[in-house]
């Protein structure tokens, strides 16, 4: 099956500084969803994003299918961004999402 | 505008009882729904999904099952629990009519097994 990797696992950032998380997968795609997981375990959807570039505030995604990858910036880092971020992939539309291990990112004031 | 629920919040079962967890949608029709779990420190990986009333599809073989009685709601559960049943369970759901293929996500289940 196709498999997701993130890279890196875990982010340590001052207040302020920016950032950048990527999502390598091993087959073409044709659905790519970033999500926020706050402390509370909730999932929020960030950006749909199978292909291009998208901006969304202090956040941006870009995914460049042909290359199999998506990356997702966060700008001026605020101690509210922490959490793990999720990038999920399907291969075949309407199936269920392949979930990567997650970046933990931690913002400190 | 679409709203899901998941009940209860939290739970804690001994080991050998039954389990029943409820997601439900609203302001949609026939939507896809899926069960996920998330064990401790991991991933997100699919138990179930669902594309209609009485359709379930199971991704993993495990002590658990699902039914979709309604269209807008999806059950999970177990006969009798096993502490490796403990995590965090998320439903989620799709309407090709009002998302596409963007999924959302229920507020969960965080299940222990003791």
């Known amino acids: 099956g196709i498999q997701v990797e993130q890279s890196p696992p875990d982010l340590i950032l001052q207040e302020g500084a920016n950032s950048t998380l990527r999502c390598n997968f091993s087959?073409?795609?044709?659905?790519l969803q970033w999500f926020h997981q706050n402390p509370w375990g909730q999932l929020i959807n960030l950006f749909y994003?199978?292909?291009g570039t998208k901006q969304n505030g202090r956040l941006s995604a870009t995914t460049v299918a042909t290359e199999r990858y998506s990356l997702l910036y966060i700008s001026s880092s605020q101690t509210t961004d922490s959490g793990v971020y999720f990038c999920?992939?399907?291969?075949?539309?309407?199936?269920?999402?392949?979930f990567g291990k997650g970046t933990t990112l931690s913002v400190s004031s | 505008s679409q709203t899901i629920h998941q009940w209860p919040a939290t739970l804690v079962q001994p080991v050998g009882s039954p389990l029943s967890l409820e997601c439900t949608v609203e302001?949609?029709?026939?939507?896809?729904l899926y069960w996920y779990r998330q064990a401790a420190g991991r991933g997100l990986q699919l138990l179930f999904y669902?594309?209609?009333?009485?359709?379930i599809s199971s991704e993993v073989p495990q002590n658990l099952s699902a039914s979709r009685p309604q269209d807008r709601q999806f059950i999970l559960s177990s006969k009798k629990l096993l502490l490796s049943d403990s995590g965090f369970y998320l439903c989620?759901?799709?309407?090709?009519?009002?998302?596409?293929?963007?999924?959302?996500f229920g507020p969960g289940t965080r299940l222990t097994v003791t």
């Open positions: 087959d073409s795609v044709n659905n």
């Open positions: 994003i199978p292909s």
């Open positions: 302001g949609t029709s026939n939507p896809n």
């Open positions: 989620a759901w799709r309407d090709l009519q009002v998302t596409g293929y963007e999924q959302y």
């Open positions: 669902s594309v209609g009333i009485g359709q």
């Open positions: 999920a992939v399907t291969k075949q539309a309407g199936t269920a999402l392949i």
